[in-house]
T-cell receptor
């Protein structure tokens, strides 16, 4: 069975600091994708970054990067130079290629302090 | 930029009533999904839809739920007889394809409140 684990229910970070949000996953499927979404207090789900299981390099997207360690089954999100607008819930999700659905972690509530 | 839209943004209903949540996926997308998120909890998959039929569904998606693509643009989720525990945010999503990197684009959600 597939599973996503986010062990940090909440984090406080000082503005301009880098922050790492943890995500570990479990699947026996060799082909899968890992996604990070941001959910601000307004409720919408915003796609941030994607990492494929066969990608050789870690994904980057502006201030977001994904620290993908396949052997450890981890896909941590790194936000560099955090901003007040980064305060939100962050969800890690996985989709295996044999299925259609996204499987979600419980989320991490990130609060950026001025 | 194309986006997924959902209506209504908030629906309040009485227990036992039927509700229909509406979604307009991105026009060239072929795969459609419904997810729900009970307040403060994780997002849960309900159903995926492709080629006018359900391609995958979760245990949550029981006989009370149904989906339909009544025309070329809308994708609907019907709950036949709502229960208190159906209160949640319901997200519609669509993707161009299924395998590999295929981002699921999410709509803004419909907040369903069952009284």
């Amino acid at each position: 069975a597939q599973k996503i684990t986010q062990t940090q229910p909440g984090m406080f970070v000082q503005e301009k600091e880098a922050v790492t949000l943890d995500c570990t996953y479990d699947t026996s499927d060799p082909s899968y994708g890992l996604f990070w979404y941001k959910q601000p207090s307004s409720g919408e789900m915003i796609f941030l970054i994607y990492q494929g299981s066969y990608d050789q390099q870690n994904a980057t997207e502006g201030r977001y990067s994904l620290n993908f360690q396949k052997a450890r089954k981890s896909a941590n999100l790194v936000i560099s130079a955090s901003q007040l607008g980064d305060s939100a819930m962050y969800f890690c999700a996985m989709r295996v290629d044999s299925n259609y659905q996204l499987i979600w972690g419980a989320g991490t509530k990130l609060i950026i302090k001025p | 930029e194309p986006e997924v839209t959902q209506t209504p943004s908030h629906q309040v209903t009485q227990m036992g009533q039927e509700v229909i949540l509406r979604c307009v996926p991105i026009s060239n997308h072929l795969y459609f999904y419904w997810y729900r998120q009970i307040l403060g909890q994780k997002v849960e998959f309900l159903v995926s839809f492709y080629n006018n039929e359900i391609s995958e569904k979760s245990e949550i998606f029981d006989d009370q739920f149904s989906v339909e693509r009544p025309d070329g643009s809308n994708f609907t989720l019907k709950i036949r007889s709502t229960k208190l525990e159906d209160s949640a945010m319901y997200f519609c999503a669509s993707s161009e394809n299924r395998g590999g990197y295929n981002e699921q684009f999410f709509g803004p959600g419909t907040r369903l409140t069952v009284l």
